[in-house]
């Protein structure tokens, strides 16, 4: 993408505008309730805000204003899609296929089909999504499914190939899509970050807020990456003003991880309460999407062996891929049951994943395991991964 000299707008120009399409429609349909064209225009309006806030309140919001539709004006197309995606964003991987067979022409239609991939990935078979977005690039070369290969190599193929990817994919925006350019910056600077790049981390995050201003989401990252390189105090002070537009409860659980890492336990009792109260709260009302996270409150923040895996078995039993694999694995460790961790560890290595905290695990579960050879290769792999990877980061 060409930059230009225009002005640039940011995230706060954008949420205003959403705010205002999103009230200019729910004044319409006080007039007509029963115009379609509105209500699924409402339902994608809606959907774009809670994509640029973040808010799990505006994500349940959309999803039940969706479902109120589809139960008035039937399984209609564009709404079947909307719910299978808002379904995918939320773990509810079941619900999203489901979505998706309520309106059967949706089978044939190029969003419904990379929403496929994207389950596919989620469950596991990672060929198939690699596959399937390999020929809709072949019909449609579109940035986003760029960008999903991207994804796939930068966890399982070349990292130097998924940055290759996410250029392409830039290459592929208009001048109007900056958010989407930050998006893209942003993956690269986490690719960097995850290879214990910071510099280049850095880089990436800095264009994204030069090309999108005022992205809670690259606060977030710059948030993480400051706090890798132990500038607790500043890390602190920008995810407290995440926090406070976001309300996002991991961010809570790692604002009060960065208070104890620097001795202020009792400022991190209370985030970190907070988190678990909301993550509790969203089981409580059927949600699934916060069981990996209390998986891992369990087992880093609060220490409870027992309660760690109870929560990595039911997220491991909704989709099965190398992370939900590598959190159960570390969590039936954590409980002595040494054997079933190093086999379900070898299940997401088998996956080809590369990441340094998987190895790092691995390396600890087959030390465990009296396994002495695979656990220094695996210790040396993470290290050549990540050189870094022992430092802070934030459980997205």
């Known amino acids: 993408m060409t930059m230009t000299a225009a002005v640039i707008e940011g995230f706060e120009e954008e949420l205003a505008r959403a705010e205002q399409e999103i009230a200019k429609l729910r004044s319409r ?15 994608y309006r809606m959907n774009h805000r809670a994509s640029l806030t973040g808010r799990m309140a505006d994500l349940e919001e ?36 489901n979505d998706l067979a309520m309106a059967p022409c949706l089978a044939g239609r190029f969003e419904a089909r990379t929403l ?4 596919d990935f989620q469950e596991g078979r990672y060929e198939e999504a690699r596959l399937t977005l390999e020929e809709l690039m072949r019909e449609n070369r579109t940035w986003d499914n760029l960008a999903r290969l991207a994804h796939w190599e930068s966890r399982l193929g070349d990292p130097e190939k998924a940055d290759e990817l996410y250029m392409q994919a830039e290459d592929e925006l208009t001048a109007k899509q900056m958010r989407s350019y930050a998006w893209l910056e942003l993956e690269r600077g986490l690719l960097d970050f995850r290879m214990g790049r910071f510099a280049d981390a850095r880089r990436h995050y800095a264009r994204a807020d030069e090309t999108y201003p005022g992205y809670w989401h690259t606060d977030e990252h710059v948030a993480e990456l400051l706090a890798a390189e132990d500038q607790f105090d500043t890390a602190a002070a920008l995810l407290l003003e995440v926090i406070e537009r ?25 985030w970190l309460d ?25 087992t880093d923040v609060r220490p409870n062996p027992a309660e760690a895996l109870a929560w990595a078995r039911k997220d491991h039993a909704l989709r099965s ?5 590598a959190a159960l694995a570390w969590a039936l460790h954590l409980n002595g049951e040494i054997a079933e961790a190093a086999a379900t560890i070898e ?41 870094r990877h022992g430092t802070f980061h934030i459980h997205h």
């Open 29 to 43: 349909l006080q007039q007509t309730p029963a115009d379609l064209q509105s209500r699924v225009r409402l339902a």
């Open 62 to 97: 959309t999803h039940a204003a969706v479902t109120t539709a589809i139960r008035e004006f039937g399984p209609k197309e564009d709404l079947c899609l909307l719910q299978a995606n808002l379904d995918a964003h939320l773990h509810r991987i079941a619900n999203a296929r």
């Open 116 to 119: 496929l991939a994207d389950l």
């Open 246 to 270: 976001t309300h996002k409860p991991e961010l809570q659980q790692a604002l009060g991880e960065i208070y104890i890492l620097t001795g202020r336990s009792d400022e991190a009792e209370p």
């Open 274 to 298: 907070k988190a678990l109260a909301s993550y509790l709260d969203s089981v409580k009302r059927g949600g699934v999407h916060y069981l990996h996270h209390l998986a891992d409150f369990y």
């Open 321 to 325: 891929n190398f992370s939900t694999q």
């Open 347 to 387: 299940a997401a290595l088998t996956s080809g994943v590369k990441d340094a905290m998987i190895d790092s695990c691995a390396a600890e579960i087959f030390a465990s395991a009296g396994r002495a050879v695979e656990s220094r290769t695996y210790a040396d792999a993470a290290l050549q991964l990540n050189p």
